[in-house]
């Protein structure tokens, strides 16, 4: 079965520094899916990567889908307080529909 | 827009008791599926359904039953609770296969003594 490894699973940034997380598949990503959660609460969604070489970007975080690693990259730019939480990633199943499996999770804390 | 509702938000049971989680959609979404979210272990597919009348299994379903006879509802029963079972619950809609983003409700924490 299709595994999502994310790494690093905990990070500590000052607030202003810019992070990566990273997450990588053990098989073909068929999309992959980036969420953040904070405490106590569901899984937001943040952007969704379905080729190749895609790149997006909402405000200050830009996803990157590295298909022939079977990769994806989160990045945050000048990370702030708000940036604080859970992120996830999940990718989807072939033949599954949308039923996504997901990576373990990295949390993030952001020092003022 | 409500969008994925979940009741109850928490619950405590005993061993052996059986009760069910309740998840509701207001976005016509065909699928839905059902997570437990546990320290260390990330999200776990527990049940999924491509559309009213059709439900299928995820990594870990046993213990756990499901039935979709509508669009709206997709309810996650446990028959016999067990301290294992004790977990966060996330319940998730989605659009059309593969190309929409899951939709999560709010959670459910279900403690089982």
């Known amino acids: 079965s299709q595994e999502l490894e994310q790494s690093p699973q905990s990070l500590i940034v000052q607030e202003g520094k810019n992070l990566t997380i990273n997450c990588t598949s053990s098989?073909?990503?068929?999309?992959l899916y980036w969420y953040k959660q904070k405490y106590g609460e569901g899984l937001i969604f943040l952007m969704m990567?379905?080729?190749?070489?895609e790149e997006k970007s909402h405000e200050k975080i830009t996803a990157k889908l590295d298909e022939k690693k079977q990769q994806s990259s989160l990045h945050i730019t000048a990370s702030q307080p708000s940036h604080a939480g859970i992120y996830l990633c999940?990718?989807?199943?072939?033949?599954?529909?949308?039923?996504?499996?997901f990576g373990k999770g990295t949390t993030l804390s952001v020092s003022s | 827009n409500a969008g994925v509702t979940q009741t109850p938000k928490f619950q405590v049971l005993k061993t052996g008791q059986s009760m069910t989680l309740q998840c509701a959609q207001d976005?016509?979404?065909?699928?839905m599926s059902w997570y437990r979210q546990d320290p260390g272990m990330g999200l776990r597919l527990i049940h999924y359904?491509?559309?009213?009348?059709?439900?299928d299994q995820g990594e870990v379903p046993n213990g756990y039953n499901v039935s979709r006879s509508t669009t709206e509802d997709f309810p996650l029963r446990l028959l016999s609770a067990a301290p294992s079972q004790t977990s966060v619950y996330f319940c998730?809609?989605?659009?059309?296969?593969?190309?929409?983003?899951?939709?999560f409700g709010n959670g459910t924490r279900l403690t089982v003594t």
């Open positions: 976005m016509n979404h065909e699928y």
């Open positions: 998730a809609s989605s659009y059309d296969r593969g190309n929409s983003p899951l939709h």
């Open positions: 999940g990718a989807g199943q072939l033949g599954a529909g949308t039923a996504l499996i």
């Open positions: 098989k073909t990503l068929y999309g």
């Open positions: 359904s491509v559309g009213a009348g059709i439900t």
């Open positions: 990567l379905q080729k190749g070489g």
